[in-house]
């Protein structure tokens, strides 16, 4: 199989896609490929300055490009409430791809409550799926597509302390929110094939990417990182599991993307798998109900 490229990316015109994060790294990547293809992208972030950097800089490459700021802010589920409104209120939604995330901060909780990294790359996007799936899940080949990571490798679910209030390991948490983003998409899809719904659900990983996400990483482990830094994609390079994710036509429901070369680290784009772990369907069904209480969504589909 040839390598994947942004030049195999299909045209997507009349296509709506929401990208949240899309103002930086992998998410701006991918907003730029998709809207040079013709699609209408709805950028997801909180801040009007950085959407707005962010749509000047697509438009300079392709002046009549559909975009629109969405405002939203993860760590709150009010703000996910009121952008998946506004999304509500387009015509179609071809495709949700869940991006934004935070990796590795110094304990923090979001204005809900929640530990952040699971509170905003978990269960943000839980209930910003769920507050959409109603506009996804009767559309012919619309996908959710949850950016996932290595890191879902070392996760696991700690049902009994959820929230770090007995202690907190950034990598850990970091993993564990990883990890339940490949729950998410195995039991969304579950679910999606027993209503025979035309929708799927996928997920993807970036491999190893130099990209603002790593803003936190203790400088420790920053040291560490610098040999590898040499075989790291690029952000656009990092976009490519998800463009596959997102357009391909040979993805099916439950799939999983990510790197071809160096263990899944960086280069092009193929399928790959997830770890047997995370296919438990009774913790994926235990999170799943544990999440619908946290963020008070509930799926109708």
């Not at 040839?2 to 009349?14: A, F, I, L």
């Not at 929401?18 to 990547?29: E, K, L, P």
């Not at 998409?185 to 190893?208: D, K, N």
């Not at 040499?230 to 799939?255: C, R």
Request: hydrophobic content about 40%; charged content about 20%.
């Amino acid at each position: 199989m040839t390598d994947y490229r942004e030049s195999v990316v299909p045209d997507q015109t009349g296509k709506t896609v929401f990208i949240t994060g899309a103002n930086t790294g992998i998410g701006y990547d991918t907003a730029r490929v998709l809207a040079e293809r013709g699609a209408k992208i709805l950028l997801g972030c909180r801040s009007e300055a950085k959407a707005s950097k962010a749509i000047a800089k697509i438009k300079s490459i392709k002046g009549d490009a559909d975009i629109t700021w969405v405002p939203l802010d993860l760590a709150n589920l009010s703000s996910v409430k009121e952008a998946a409104e506004q999304v509500n209120r387009e015509p179609r939604l071809d495709a949700l791809v869940n991006n934004a995330g935070v990796m590795m901060p110094p304990k923090e909780v979001t204005s809900d409550g929640f530990e952040l990294q699971f509170g905003v790359n978990h269960l943000g996007h839980f209930a910003l799926t769920g507050h959409l799936i109603n506009k996804l899940k009767d559309q012919p080949g619309a996908r959710i597509v949850n950016v996932s990571s290595l890191a879902h490798r070392q996760g696991s679910i700690q049902f009994d302390d959820i929230h770090s209030d007995k202690s907190y390991n950034r990598m850990q948490r970091y993993g564990m929110s990883k990890f339940a983003n490949i729950l998410f998409t195995y039991e969304l899809q579950r679910m999606l094939e027993a209503a025979s719904s035309p929708a799927i659900s996928v997920a993807c990983h970036p491999g190893g990417s130099n990209t603002e996400l790593g803003r936190h990483i203790p400088p420790l482990f920053s040291l560490l990182f610098i040999p590898l830094r040499l075989i790291m994609n690029s952000s656009a390079e990092g976009a490519l599991p998800t463009l596959m994710a997102t357009t391909d036509a040979q993805v099916e429901g439950g799939d999983y993307f990510g790197p071809k070369k160096w263990g899944e680290m960086a280069h092009s784009a193929h399928k790959v798998d997830t770890i047997p772990s995370s296919k438990d369907e009774a913790v994926a069904r235990q999170l799943w109900e544990l999440s619908a209480e946290l963020t008070g969504v509930k799926y109708t589909i």
